[in-house]
């Protein structure tokens, strides 16, 4: 097997790099395209298909160059037919490849709901364990610049909500490439979101391939007065709002789930207790959405420990709006989150 | 068309169609028998009166061949070859069940005769054929996959951009539509225009065979000639046969009396039962006596007794079993 000789790095601590001389600081882009690229290189199962993927663009340029080194049958343009080229890739997982699917914005998953619910999310216990469905869906939140109501979704939860996926949301660089290459390694249907206000952010990544399995979050930055529970590009927001709210004398800890489902319920836990307060920031809608789950754990396990009510700094209830003046009241900043821990430390 | 032949089928595969085809017919019909013990708790979708094609296409393929199927799988499975009696276990949910009871009658599978799982999603097994397809192609394995489908299938979104992939990828794939006319109780005429689905494929530049469904060596050489492009790399070709449910949508019983379908036009398929037609068939060419005719069917018999008895007798998953296999 050729992915026995990668090593897994399931630790729980914030990982920097710094003393591999073989890290060097990229952008979360160029982690995505180098664990892509790896994964070609290791396995001859692995394919990478979705439209667009092989432009000059290369899907913010992290599928950039793919074809030209691994050809256009293992980076395949495809046709606009996202819920039966699922089903194409679902196939191909079943009889052994390790496809990666690859949608420009999350908005376009929707038209894969049957595929991905009904058929890659079941097929593993439908058929009690004898067949696997190890397929990566990667898709892109696509933030800003007026885009609207169908091409800036983050709609994480709505697969969170089905047993049978991971769903894994790598905020850095560092955990772009390992959690991808784990999942693109693992046995089960992965959906990865990715936010594009990342993917210019920077941090040491070993050129040596590794893997992070989806379910383990990560400590970003310690604290004792109030946990920010935080996904994707709000763990940046969270870690601004830290050190402003240092300065008033109140210390965050921020957490990064780094993955929604499996969600990590055992560092949910461990935080809150350890400070006793509760703000959780995600990128999506807070009705039903990962910040409710991560509301509901604490209550059910950490009761005892909470002093203040729980606060979700989330999405509003509305279709995201396209003027910029709209965009900015739609979008809540490491300001809110200041605010609400000012709030529930008074 | 060059594959196509009208060479002698050796009396040997003429015997096992007639086998394949009555195993389905009474493994179903004692499903029908022992449903109403209750025993059985999860819904079945019956494929009585449709066992030609099964028996047809599967004659072509080896184990390794895929074939991806439905809520209504009983047939296809049984014809690919697999074991009676993990199917009646499944149907009976014990843990010998060949999905170890997590999927009952409309999730069988078995790997090991190229059966990775059937779906009870109206036209998902469609790209799920065509993806295993890719993968055969990419390995170059020669492995051929087989969708089977209905004619509700055909009016899914999935159904054409499959027929679209697999025809720009000339991927070895067979795309099987078993038209009963009726989408659960809805009838083609509510639903499609007067155009036959296997017209569709022209719209795609690859063959679309019409025939008839019940008249199992039609069936046979049809399938021959897809089955023959596929694994040659000449790409995929849509099939579609005309046939007909003689059970009700689900259960064992019939729906004709409730209203659900017009009587006469039952009346008139069941006189064409394609059992019985292929019997007669059989008879009059001399290939099949009726002493032949009685120990297979006592074979068949004894090997359903099997089967039900090991499922009957074998143990229920544990309740811990519930968190296995979810990843």
Request: net charge negative.
């Amino acid at each position: 097997m050729p992915w026995t000789k990668i090593q897994a790095d399931d630790s729980h601590t914030p990982v920097f790099f710094g003393g591999d001389e073989r890290a060097r600081e990229i952008t979360y882009r160029n982690a995505i395209r180098e664990a892509l690229s790896q994964a070609l290189m290791t396995d001859r199962n692995v394919f990478l298909i979705g439209e667009g993927i092989d432009d000059p663009g290369g899907v913010f340029g992290t599928t950039a160059g793919l074809k030209e080194t691994f050809g256009d049958e293992r980076v395949m343009d495809c046709a606009i037919a996202e819920n039966g080229l699922t089903g194409v890739a679902i196939g191909a997982a079943i009889a052994g490849m390790r496809p990666v699917f690859v949608h420009m914005r999350v908005d376009f998953l929707p038209m894969c709901m049957d595929q991905i619910i009904n058929h890659a999310a079941k097929w593993s216990y439908m058929t009690g364990g004898k067949v696997k469905v190890p397929l990566t869906i990667r898709a892109i939140i696509g933030r800003g610049w007026g885009s609207a109501a169908q091409h800036s979704q983050s709609l994480q939860a709505l697969f969170a909500h089905i047993p049978g996926l991971k769903v894994i949301m790598p905020a850095s660089p560092y955990d772009a490439k390992g959690l991808l290459l784990g999942s693109i390694a693992g046995d089960s249907p992965t959906i990865c979101i990715e936010h594009r206000w990342l993917y210019d952010q920077k941090e040491e990544v070993p050129e040596t391939p590794y893997m992070i399995h989806a379910g383990k979050g990560l400590v970003r930055r310690q604290g004792k007065d109030i946990s920010i529970i935080s996904t994707s590009y709000m763990v940046y927001e969270s870690l601004r709002a830290a050190s402003e709210l240092e300065k008033e004398g109140i210390s965050a800890e921020v957490v990064d789930l780094r993955s929604v489902l499996p969600m990590d319920e055992e560092l949910i836990i461990s935080s809150v207790m350890k400070t006793g307060r509760l703000i959780v920031a995600d990128t999506g809608v807070s009705v039903c959405g990962v910040a409710s789950e991560v509301a509901a754990i604490a209550a059910e396990q950490a009761f005892d420990s909470l002093k203040a009510p729980v606060r979700r700094i989330c999405l509003p209830m509305t279709p995201t709006p396209a003027s910029h003046v709209l965009e900015r009241a739609y979008y809540p900043d490491h300001t809110a989150i200041v605010r609400a821990a000012r709030e529930m430390t008074a | 068309m060059k594959h196509m032949t009208r060479a002698t089928i050796p009396d040997d595969t003429l015997k096992e169609l007639y086998a394949v085809m009555l195993t389905i017919r009474l493994f179903e019909d004692r499903t029908c028998a022992r449903y109403a013990e209750q025993e059985m708790k999860c819904p079945v979708h019956l494929c009585i009166g449709q066992e030609a094609i099964a028996a047809g296409v599967c004659a072509h393929l080896k184990r390794e061949d895929y074939i991806f199927s439905t809520h209504r799988s009983h047939g296809h499975c049984i014809a690919k070859g697999m074991d009676l009696k993990s199917i009646a276990a499944e149907l009976y949910g014990r843990s010998t069940g060949c999905s170890r009871g997590k999927g009952g009658s409309m999730h069988l599978a078995d790997p090991g005769h190229g059966i990775p799982g059937t779906t009870a999603i109206v036209g998902g097994c469609i790209p799920l054929a065509a993806g295993a397809a890719l993968a055969s192609k990419m390995k170059g394995d020669g492995r051929v996959s087989v969708a089977f489908f209905g004619d509700g299938a055909a009016d899914e979104g999935v159904f054409l951009e499959s027929l679209n992939f697999a025809s720009l990828k000339k991927l070895p794939v067979v795309f099987v539509c078993e038209n009963n006319f009726y989408a659960t109780n809805s009838p083609q005429s509510a639903r499609q225009p007067a155009v036959r689905i296997a017209d569709r494929a022209s719209g795609f530049g690859i063959p679309g065979v019409h025939a008839d469904g019940n008249d199992v060596i039609r069936v046979f050489r049809t399938a021959a000639e897809a089955i023959a492009r596929a694994r040659e790399g000449e790409g995929p070709t849509l099939l579609e046969y005309t046939t007909y449910r003689w059970k009700a949508h689900v259960g064992p019983n019939s729906d004709i009396e409730a209203g659900f379908r017009p009587a006469e036009q039952h009346e008139e398929w069941m006189k064409r039962c394609p059992v019985e037609m292929y019997e007669q068939r059989l008879e009059q060419q001399g290939v099949l006596s009726a002493q032949e005719r009685k120990a297979i069917f006592g074979r068949i018999e004894k090997q359903i007794d099997e089967a039900m008895d090991f499922a009957r007798t074998s143990p229920f998953p544990k309740p811990g079993e519930l968190f296995d296999d979810v990843y």
